[in-house]
T-cell receptor, first 112, second 116 residues
Framework: QKEVEQNSGPLSVPEGAIASLNCTYS??????FFWYRQYSGKSPELIMF????GDKEDGRFTAQLNKASQYVSLLIRDSQPSDSATYLC????????????FGAGTRLFVKA | GAGVSQSPRYKVAKRGQDVALRCDPI?????LFWYQQALGQGPEFLTY????????KSGLPSDRFFAERPEGSVSTLKIQRTQQEDSAVYLC??????????????FGDGTRLSIL
């Protein structure tokens, strides 16, 4: 079992719809959770981060964390063609320092 | 600088050569991470520094990989006796640490390494 799992997609949604991206993680010691967006040929850029159970909203984006189920999700409302990218879920463990594990990413296509 | 700077952007080396990749993090960022990203995959953790201390190197794939951050700022990832499977994009990221938590990481543009 991979430490951080995501559906590779592609996930295709029409413009204006809600895109729902999911991620599960295996280590219960995980303490920080991040969603990054990566366009082809570019480096990851931060979308959202969440530390506590519940929802966190920022504009069109909502991150949801359920530590009991070891589940993190990202909702994108009013999806735009410019949201088409790979979305990476990342989890940070406290080891001697910090170790961050990324999922393989979910490709999202927003159709105009 | 304003962001994380990596150099070179592209590196082509022959199998067996040694390479050195540089990362200049955001000023004041305590944490520095190195990742390896293969095509179509997420970044794979290689190593983590807190200032000059390398606190986690569990992701380094072999003893051919070595990283350092001697003054707690610029870091260098060195790969000795390169192999074709080392071909990948190498990403560097830096972040703050607040309240005992790792804060969001800021990534450089990466170095694309090709081993012939």
């Amino acid at each position: 079992q991979k430490e951080v799992e995501q559906n590779s997609g592609p996930l295709s949604v029409p413009e204006g719809a809600i895109a729902s991206l999911n991620c599960t993680y295996s280590d219960r010691g995980s303490q920080s959770f991040f969603w990054y967006r990566q366009y082809s040929g570019k480096s990851p850029e931060l979308i959202m981060f969440i530390y506590s159970n519940g929802d966190k909203e920022d504009g069109r984006f909502t991150a949801q964390l359920n530590k009991a189920s070891q589940y993190v999700s990202l909702l994108i409302r009013d999806s735009q063609p410019s949201d088409s990218a790979t979305y990476l879920c990342a989890v940070t463990l406290r080891t001697g320092g910090f170790k961050t594990i990324f999922g393989a990413g979910t490709r999202l296509f927003v159709k105009a | 600088g304003a962001g994380v700077s990596q150099s070179p952007r592209y590196k082509v080396a022959k199998r067996g050569q040694d390479v050195a990749l540089r990362c200049d993090p955001i000023s004041g960022h305590v944490s520095l991470f190195w990742y390896q990203q293969a095509l179509g995959q997420g970044p794979e953790f290689l190593t983590y520094f807190q200032n000059e201390a390398q606190l986690d190197k569990s992701g380094l794939p072999s003893d051919r990989f070595f990283a350092e951050r001697p003054e707690g700022s610029v870091s260098t990832l060195k790969i000795q006796r390169t192999q074709q499977e080392d071909s990948a994009v190498y990403l560097c990221a830096s972040s703050l640490e607040l309240g005992g938590r790792n804060q969001p990481q800021h990534f450089g543009d990466g170095t694309r390494l090709s081993i012939l």
